[in-house]
């Protein structure tokens, strides 16, 4: 199986879904999107296998989004993807690509759902609290 992350190590979200995926014997393909972006047919591919706008796969926060004026309804698709190519901090992550699809996980355990193998072990999450599927409520029956 083929798993690729488009991953920005100083990020929390995007640390504890790389341990999420290694977490079922799986390693990954890691891309660290601010040294090495996604070419624009990469992250145009990305974008429609996701069901994303542009817009909607941009990071507001620590970014130069509002000092670039990019909240702007008059730019155009391709100007915000130019955008993002030329500034890949602007990209929002982690994206994850696995044969099961290609998803933002954010939150990270929106990353389950796009592995094949199970966790190996409970996953606790950097800030102490359990991995739990998104359509869990982490309650016992």
């Given at each position: ?40 047919s ?11 706008a542009?817009?909607?796969?941009m ?83």
């Amino acid at each position: 199986m083929s798993i690729v992350i488009y991953h920005n190590p100083d990020c929390g979200t995007s640390r504890n879904v790389l341990a999420m995926i290694r977490n079922t014997g799986e390693e990954p393909t890691v891309i660290e999107y601010l040294k090495t972006p996604p070419s624009r047919s990469e992250l145009v591919t990305m974008m429609q296998r996701m069901g994303m706008a542009p817009r909607d796969l941009m990071r507001r926060k620590g970014t130069p989004y509002d000092a670039m004026g990019l909240d702007d309804p008059a730019l155009t698709e391709d100007q915000l993807i130019d955008t993002m190519l030329a500034h890949p901090i602007l990209i929002q992550r982690p994206i994850v690509i696995t044969p099961l699809g290609v998803g933002l996980c954010r939150p990270s355990e929106t990353v389950l759902l796009l592995l094949q193998r199970p966790q190996l072990k409970p996953f606790i999450k950097e800030d102490g609290s359990p991995a739990i599927l998104p359509n869990q409520t982490g309650e016992k029956s």
